[in-house]
Each structure stands twice: as structure tokens, then as C-alpha cells.
């Protein structure tokens, strides 16, 4: 079936450190759109970024991805944290109509 | 303006009593979604809708039933609450058939149950 996971529940870094978090994912559908989800503290999530073509990176508000067909990844970098970067990360495919989404990554930025 | 409304947004309820969560979109998005949130969790999906009365259901369907009688309106009934059941409950909506297009959430609605 179609899953996705991140690996890491929980990153803390320092303000100014680069950020870089983990996305795989299963899906039966074999050219998926990738996305990722932010989320701030009692607010909804919204659309970071998303990409559908193989090997191409893309950016978005200083973040960027690359979606890997052949490793089935689509990690979330950025060169140098913010404090306002705080927040819940969700990556999601989209799979034959149906967006599924991890159970996120909480990055903190401390000062 | 692109807008998916619920509500309310939060609201109290009693252990054995019923609760509707009412949403809404204004973007003729055939596509409708209800989530619920946990810490730890993540987004858990309940119920998928296509378009009217063409529901599905999502991952953690049990105790919960939805209803769409209107494109533009999906709700979310839970018949005899229970207490574990307290959660965030996030709708959401997109087109259908266009995966490039990205999903609009709603602002939740905090739901507990005593």
C-alpha cells in the first residue's frame, strides 16, 4: 500500500545551522506528486513546496527538495535555520487522487 | 477568495452525546477530507469524499460517519462521543484528478470530550 515515512519526530538545532529533514515513501502509483506541509503552533497546515519531476530541485521561501524517483525520497533542506522555522513538517505524496501524510517532524530553532 | 470554514471551533461536549462539525469551501473542490490530530500523531485521515455522497473511508473511520449532500459542504458526525474522541479535527479540500494541485485546511476545530 502507499505509506510515507520520516524518521525523525523531533529535530532541535541552533539558529543558523542548516536544516535537513528526512522524507521516504511506498506508493502504488508509480509517479506520485510529493509535497511538504507546514504547520506553526495553533495554526493549520499549509503547502511549503512540491515537486512531480524526477531529479529537479525545488524552492520555496528558502526551503528546497528534490524528489528522488529511485531511491523514493524527497528530503526538506534549508542552508541556515531561522527561529521562525519552528514548526510541524509534514511530507505527503499524492497517490492516485489521495494525499497521504506522514506523522511530521517538529524542528525547533533555538537561539 | 479560497476559504474552507469550519465550525465551530471548538466546542465542549459530554460523554454519549452526538457532535456534528460542520465545513465548508468555496472553491467547487469536488475532493473533501476530515482529519484528526494527536500529538505524536499526525494527520490521521477519517473520511475521504470525491463528491456528493461518494464517501470513503480513510484510516481511523470507527466511531465516526460523514455526510455530503452539497459539493460545497462536508460534515462530520460522531454519535455518542467518547472521551477519546478529544482531539483537533482539521477538513480539508482539492480538486479531483489534478495530484499537482495542494490541499486547503481548514482553521480545526478543538473538540473535547468529558
Known amino acids: 500500500g502507499d505509506s510515507v515515512t520520516q524518521t525523525e519526530g523531533l529535530v532541535t538545532l541552533t539558529e543558523g545551522l542548516p536544516v535537513m529533514l528526512n522524507c521516504t515513501y511506498q506508493t502504488i502509483y508509480s509517479n506520485p506528486f510529493l509535497f511538504w506541509y507546514v504547520q506553526h503552533l495553533n495554526e493549520s497546515p499549509r503547502l511549503l513546496l512540491k515537486s512531480f519531476t524526477d531529479n529537479k530541485r525545488t524552492e520555496h521561501q528558502g526551503f528546497h527538495a528534490t524528489l528522488h524517483k529511485s531511491s523514493s525520497s524527497f528530503h526538506l533542506q534549508k542552508s541556515s535555520a531561522q527561529l521562525s522555522d519552528s514548526a510541524l513538517y509534514y511530507c505527503a505524496p499524492n497517490s492516485n487522487n489521495r494525499i497521504f501524510f506522514g506523522d511530521g517532524t517538529q524542528l525547533v530553532v533555538k537561539p | 477568495d479560497m476559504k474552507v470554514t469550519q465550525m465551530p471551533r471548538y466546542l465542549i461536549k459530554r460523554m454519549g452525546e452526538n457532535v456534528l462539525l460542520e465545513c465548508g469551501q468555496d472553491?467547487?473542490?469536488?475532493?473533501m477530507y476530515w482529519y484528526r490530530q494527536d500529538p505524536g500523531l499526525g494527520l490521521q485521515l477519517i473520511y475521504i469524499s470525491y463528491d456528493v455522497d461518494s464517501n470513503s473511508e480513510g484510516d481511523i473511520p470507527k466511531g465516526y460517519r460523514v455526510s455530503r449532500k452539497k459539493r460545497e459542504h462536508f460534515s462530520l458526525i460522531l454519535d455518542s462521543a467518547k472521551t477519546n474522541q478529544t482531539s483537533v479535527y482539521f477538513c480539508?479540500?482539492?480538486?479531483f484528478g489534478q495530484g499537482y494541485t495542494e490541499v486547503f485546511f481548514g482553521k480545526g476545530t478543538r473538540l473535547t470530550v468529558v
Open positions: 472553491m467547487s473542490h469536488e475532493t
Open positions: 480539508a479540500s482539492s480538486l
